[in-house]
């Protein structure tokens, strides 16, 4: 079994700055990329940033210039600092990983429960 665990979501005013945590643990042979995505309220989850075994990051033009994706490749964990939020960030934000519990075993992908992050003054 695979877990992703979340944390540091909040309530926080705009302008103002978090940092997300999500640890995977478990039965773990491979991890190949990890990330972020979020959901809004009637809107469809969506791409914030991910990075892959190689450091290679991707983010939805959205966060680009605020948001930083960053990964601890030996503790199987990523972050998410997020600078200069805005009412429009507000979502719940899920952990992804794309990995392998076995070494000629398939890809495979794992989500996270979700943390809440509210923009608001």
């Known amino acids: 079994q695979v877990q992703l665990v979340e944390s540091g979501g909040g309530l926080v005013q705009p302008g103002g700055s978090l940092r997300l945590s999500c640890a995977a643990s478990g039965t773990i042979f491979s991890v190949n990329a990890m990330g972020w995505y979020r959901q809004a309220p009637g809107k469809e989850r969506e791409l914030v940033a991910r990075?892959?075994?190689?450091?290679?990051?991707n983010y939805a033009d959205s966060v680009k210039g605020r948001f930083t994706v960053s990964r601890d490749y030996a503790a199987n964990t990523v972050y998410l600092q997020m600078n200069n939020l805005q009412p429009e960030d507000t979502a719940v934000y899920y952990c992804?990983?794309?990995?392998?519990?076995?070494?000629?075993?398939?890809?495979?992908?794992?989500w996270g429960q979700g943390t809440q992050v509210t923009v608001s003054s």
């Open positions: 992804n990983a794309a990995l392998k519990t076995v070494r000629f075993g398939r890809m495979l992908t794992y």
């Open positions: 990075v892959d075994s190689g450091g290679h990051t």
